[in-house]
């Protein structure tokens, strides 16, 4: 049985990779492996995708605490000691059961893996998330960065900003990042969340109120394209790596195949473009980092 939805197939098929897609797909796995379960274990912070159910809004946010703050105590459950603060767009969706993807990234080693299930909250102020999918991702246009929380005085009660479309600084991190996690759905298969990196400046925004991100090649998968596909509404996370703010942009994105347009973007196979419902931006509330080195990377 394939692992894969129509959405997903369509995209394989357009870019002429269903067979190689077909390949790749055994290594999706229901249960989190051995070593995936001791990666976990090491991890600092998780990269979190889920849709409001109510208004059906996509977002990502991060969830962050000390290693072990990550638990998985059976292959198919990993418990997170941590929930959405005051002033995430997430906050409330995870008070009840709902789909969500992880992404658990080790920004310092590049290596990172995808769990995509279901998460119910966990006591007071943890999730239980029921695993469906579990894979590992290469570590294609990770810019290596040395990981810590944001300070807990700034944690514990972050200021939240909430707007239409991007302010001149907002855009301007945007155009300056390196770094961004794109969130995504499909009303069967469930939510997910990926990384997207490249040279500094990869990303355009010729707009407060659209964003275009160039697709490189990957594991010919194209999860989040697929969802994009079946369903537009996605969610944008950037983080500011100085100051631990993060900005959460939900929208709706299409894939623009058009060979005149990706012909602008050195090495992009097609282009997401991303036109922006709202924004919220919380500082202090994410992860503040030291880049392992300070040579910007071209995207491989």
């Known amino acids: 049985m394939s692992p894969y939805h129509q959405g997903e197939l369509e995209v394989q098929r357009r ?26 274990a090491e991890r600092r912070f998780v990269v979190l995708g889920a849709a409001d159910q ?12 000390p ?18 603060g005051a002033g995430d767009p997430l906050a409330g969706v995870l008070e ?7 992404l658990l990234i080790d920004l310092s080693t590049r290596r990172r893996m995808r769990v995509n299930g279901r998460a119910t909250p966990f006591g ?10 579990v894979y590992a991702n290469c570590p294609k246009y990770i810019h290596p960065r040395e990981v810590n ?32 996690f794109l969130a995504s759905r499909h009303p069967i ?42 369903d537009p509404r996605a969610g944008l996370l950037v983080v500011d790596w100085a100051s631990g703010a993060l900005l959460q942009l939900t929208g709706r994105a299409i894939v623009n195949w058009d060979s005149a347009a990706i012909a602008a973007f050195a090495g992009a196979q097609r282009l997401v473009e ?27």
């Open 124 to 133: 007071e102020t943890g999730l239980e998330v029921t695993t469906r999918e």
């Open 15 to 40: 870019a002429g990779v269903l067979l190689n897609a077909a390949r790749i797909g055994n290594g999706v796995h229901g249960e989190i492996p051995p070593v995936a379960r001791a990666f976990a």
């Open 96 to 102: 009840r059961d709902t789909d969500v993807g992880l």
């Open 274 to 300: 991303f036109t922006i419902d709202a924004v919220v931006e919380r500082r202090g509330a994410g992860l503040v980092t030291r880049p392992a080195d300070d040579t910007p990377r071209p995207a491989p």
């Open 189 to 230: 298969a469930g939510a997910d969340v990926s990384h997207r990196g490249g040279i500094r400046g990869f990303l355009y925004v010729p707009a407060p109120d659209r964003i275009v991100i160039p697709d490189y090649s990957g594991n010919m998968m194209f999860n989040t394209l697929g969802n994009l596909t079946a």
């Open 54 to 65: 109510e208004e059906g809004s996509v977002w990502a946010t991060i969830l962050h605490g």
């Open 149 to 180: 929380p944001a300070p807990d005085g700034e944690a514990h009660d972050p200021v939240a900003w909430r707007g239409a479309e991007l302010t001149g600084s907002q855009m301007a991190l945007l155009r300056a990042t390196d770094t961004l």
């Open 67 to 84: 290693p072990g703050f990550l638990t998985t105590p059976t292959a198919e459950r990993l418990v997170i000691a941590a929930r959405p």
